[in-house]
């Protein structure tokens, strides 16, 4: 699975981006859109790409947009294409997770956001402390 580039369609926004599979034989099917609903509840830029966690399901995090025009989204998507949008930053709780998230230990999921503070919501994000 990994993140793709759709810009080959005039439908498509400049930052929009897909979920696709790929076989080995080079056979793609595009699993997801980004971007394609009106006030892009589902966010933008999925930047960070991919994990598949212990459930199966993959997760990721896009760096822009969510409703409200949010500041990037925490994604499930499932195999066959089914997106849940998990959480929206919202400049408060965090801005533009750019690094792919991990699952530790105790099932959560953690990772990192370039602007503002951390939260806790069944995805955990955490925030290291500022370099000296």
């Known amino acids: 699975m990994a993140i793709g580039d759709p810009h080959s369609s005039p439908a498509h926004h400049e930052y929009c981006r897909t979920i696709f599979k790929i076989t080995p034989s080079g056979t793609l099917t595009t699993l ?6 009106a006030g892009c509840p589902d966010g933008e830029t999925p930047y ?3 994990m598949q966690a212990t459930d199966g399901n993959l997760y990721g995090a896009t760096q822009f947009r969510g409703a409200n025009y949010g500041n990037g989204t925490i994604f499930r ?3 066959d294409g089914t997106l ?7 400049e408060t709780d965090g801005s533009e997770p750019l690094a792919p998230l991990m699952q530790a230990t105790d099932g959560n999921f ?3 956001t370039i602007m503002a503070e951390s939260i806790a919501a069944k995805v ?3 925030r ?3 370099c000296p």
């Open 124 to 126: 955990a994000v955490a």
């Open 110 to 112: 953690y990772g990192t």
């Open 77 to 79: 998507c499932t195999l």
């Open 48 to 50: 960070a790409g991919l």
């Open 32 to 37: 997801y859109n980004f971007w394609m609903q």
């Open 128 to 130: 290291s402390s500022p």
């Open 84 to 90: 849940t949008t998990l959480h929206i930053f919202e």
